[in-house]
């Protein structure tokens, strides 16, 4: 059937409303990218940034002999390269029993679990936990006080129980254990939530500071957030760096420098997101829909 010209209007009024909105999404980014790539006194006139004014790439220089970037970068990473995996095995470890319908107490469990998405204890008491448990000054506190979300939780117990119930009764009756049935029957068939949670998980691991601020003092264990926000709050981005062998370094200003470590910031999530991201709303809606 051909569309009435009032539907034609109406559809091109919310293409050009989605279109706007996308742009204001996305022009953000391409400024901070634009304003790195250029000439650090050209860029001081401000305005919009479509294109580079006067292409520079020192400022990356500066930035990548800067003392701790490569150490406080691979921190991050291996965060998330660690965190991930662990806070996904985790969370499906409690939220494959609570999809169970015939655990006992399963409502209890999980309107505990809901709880803490409202209250919690506060910064005090958590603080006086992780310093009693060694996770002061420790690696481990940016992987274990956060294991499980408990609304990634509750997506992936959505997840589970729109799952058919066949799946586990038929490996049960062929005697599989529960770790069996979990590790090689539901997750393989749970790719999609997985993706999704993991993108969650990982923007999460990757984008914190403040756990890195509170609870770590070590340069060695130092965030590239951490990293990035201490050269933000800077009062001279000479002193941060460490470095004066290059000859143009005079030439460059505070803003420039900020401005490329916010665009190597966005680098590994700009990589990761396309290849899961044809799982990443399939994950959520099907959980959501049919749990």
Known sequence: MRRS??????????????????????????????????????????????????????????????????????????????????????????????????????????????????FS????????????????????????????????????????????????????LDGASVFTILLRIVLPVSIPVIAALSMFYGVGHWNSWFDGVIYIDSKKWQLFQVFLRGMMMESSYQNLAGISDISDLGSLTEESVKMAAISLSLVPVLIAYPFIQRYYIKGLMIGAVKG
């Open 121 to 172: 204890g506060g910064l005090i008491p958590s603080f006086i936990i992780n310093k009693a448990l060694g996770l002061y000054d420790n690696p481990f506190v940016y992987i274990l006080p956060g294991a499980i979300s408990a609304y990634n939780m509750m997506v992936m117990k959505s997840y589970f129980v729109s799952l058919p119930e066949e799946l586990s009764e038929s490996a049960q």
């Open 5 to 118: 010209l009032g539907e034609n209007f109406g559809h091109a009024v919310i293409a050009a409303v989605m279109f706007l909105m996308a742009l204001m999404c996305l022009y953000p980014f391409w400024h901070v990218f634009m304003y790195s790539l250029s000439d650090s006194q050209q860029a001081m006139g401000g305005g919009f940034f479509l294109l580079p004014r006067g292409f520079s790439v020192i400022q990356y220089s500066v930035l990548l002999r800067t003392n701790n970037m490569f150490r406080s970068f691979t921190v991050s990473v291996v965060r998330v390269l660690v965190g991930v995996p662990f806070n996904i095995f985790m969370t499906a470890m409690l939220a494959f029993p609570l999809s169970n319908r015939k655990l006992a107490g399963r409502g209890a469990i999980s309107m505990f679990v809901f709880f803490t998405m409202i």
